[in-house]
């Protein structure tokens, strides 16, 4: 069975689902169904991390070992932080750096997920926040990491797009207004599937 890394921040571990409807879950399940035989993840994961958070528990929680298949998605709370797309960028750089490594120096087993955008869900009327500056801030997040991933010759999948299509419908939130619903983390699924099957088939 091979194993699996879950690298991010809320929308990797998936609150306010059920462990079922995580992204990561589900997209290892929709593996095994088609006969890979990848293994549910460990998830290392926390609502609210930023990139540094998110380097500092991996610093805690090392030897991490080595893992045939790695995934990170994370930023959005450096983006809602306020934080630069400079800083985002060094820090992001640096944890793609260590997911490879994680993947046994193998950046064709590392899977990137895109930034969703939260300023279309209901929650953004709470905050000081406007849609459209929240936008914004999310491209230019999501160009540093794909940039970034080009670079290093690691799979990037843009679920931005549909996070922006149907992310204010009710069923595709939790119940707090704002993370993903089992139903969104389905759509992210089947967006990395194809990207995933190809990794880990190669």
């Known amino acids: ?10 929308y990797t571990i998936g609150e306010g689902v059920a462990e079922a409807g995580r992204w990561p879950v589900q997209l290892a399940a929709a593996l095994r169904a088609e006969g ?7 998830i290392v994961a926390t609502t609210g991390w930023t990139t540094d958070e ?3 528990a991996l610093d805690a929680a090392e030897p ?11 930023g959005v709370n450096n983006q809602y932080r306020g934080r630069s797309v400079a800083d985002y960028r060094g820090q992001f750089e640096a944890l793609l750096r260590r997911a490879i490594g994680y993947a046994g120096g193998r950046a064709d087993r590392v899977l990137v997920l895109s930034i969703p955008d939260w300023g279309v869900t209901p929650f953004v009327r709470t905050t000081p926040a406007r849609p459209e500056t929240v936008a914004t801030g999310i491209d230019a997040y999501n160009a540093a990491a794909e940039a970034a991933c080009a670079a290093h010759g690691v799979a990037y999948v843009d679920i931005t797009p549909v996070s922006r299509e ?12 704002l ?7 389905a759509l992210w699924t089947a967006r990395a599937l194809p990207q995933a099957r190809r990794l880990l088939r190669g």
């Open 179 to 185: 993370h993903p619903s089992a139903a969104m983390y």
């Open 54 to 56: 998110l380097t500092a």
């Open 64 to 74: 991490l070992g080595s893992w045939d298949f790695v995934s990170l998605l994370i």
């Open 166 to 177: 149907r992310g204010a419908e009710p069923a595709m939130l939790a119940e707090d207004g």
């Open 1 to 10: 069975m091979l194993t699996y890394l879950a690298l991010g921040d809320s």
């Open 36 to 42: 890979i035989g990848l293994a549910p993840p460990r």
